[in-house]
């Protein structure tokens, strides 16, 4: 697979990224870094990005957009970043109607919709992109770090995709202006001296199926569909939007900014990158 031609540069508070969207030198795939996807139709191929949006990073604004299908951000390797909601239609490989107001998640259904261990597949215009962080963990290794000086310049026991102190990188950034970060920051938002820790997601499933979604729990298990989970202000960390106000290594000074959401076994947490709506607007 061609390698990623990514580019991002700023001025006067706009950040202007191009990309061809492949994840290499990032692995993709099945098996990893084969580039072949045998559960999906689809096949990855270069894409002409070009996107300009108001940089946020270092700021705290609100004006709160639906996460809607489709490209949300972009990651330091030129990969789409998006929402875990899946196309309306059946459930790949079925007849099983999607209910009225509900979504697959992508996520979830994983197996159905051909997404690799990086958590991401390709659209059918080959569009690839990432629903999960799994990409750090998993797919994001000697190539990246070696590619990027930001990433190889320090690092935290060998991971290179924290900072020494134990916070997480940015990764990427949304299409309304706020960055990315990994699953870890400091255990007191505004303390960068309170040591690190994997952030929380502040979402659960729901007990009891939602109204409307014509499968029980037994038929169609918790988590299928993103209806599936509720928000709870204060369960975890993180806000509505998948993040929080805090400082951060490049932002000491504080910064809203989204972090991916992974548990000790690094498997992804739902809402995984970006919550049901984002920070702000994005550019349309």
Known sequence: MP????????????????????????????????GNFPNSPNNISAQ?????????????????????????GIALNGVILAAPTAADGP???TDDALPTNFQWNAVYNGTSYGVDKCGGHPEQNG???????????????????????YFSSSHYEGNYFRHPDGHSKIVGTCFDGYPVYGPFGYKIADDNDSGTKRLASSYRVLTTPPAGRNYSYAQKFAGTFVQDYEFVNGLGDLDINNGRYAVTPEFPGGTWAYFITLDGDNEPVYPYIFG???KQQRPS
Not at 8 to 34: R, W, Y
Not at 48 to 72: D, I, M, V, W
């Open 127 to 149: 569009s690839y992109h990432y629903h999960s962080g799994e990409f750090l963990v998993n797919c994001w290794a000697n190539g990246i770090v070696q590619s990027n000086s």
């Open 276 to 278: 049901p709506q984002t």
């Open 91 to 93: 459930l790949p490989g």
């Open 3 to 34: 390698a990623s031609t990514t580019t991002a540069s700023i001025s006067e508070g706009v950040l202007t990224v191009t990309s061809n969207g492949l994840p290499d030198p990032a692995l993709a795939g099945d098996p990893l870094g084969s």
């Open 48 to 72: 002409e990005y070009n996107y300009e949006f108001t940089y946020r990073g270092g700021t705290n604004t609100s004006n709160p957009q639906a996460a809607t299908f489709g490209a949300l």
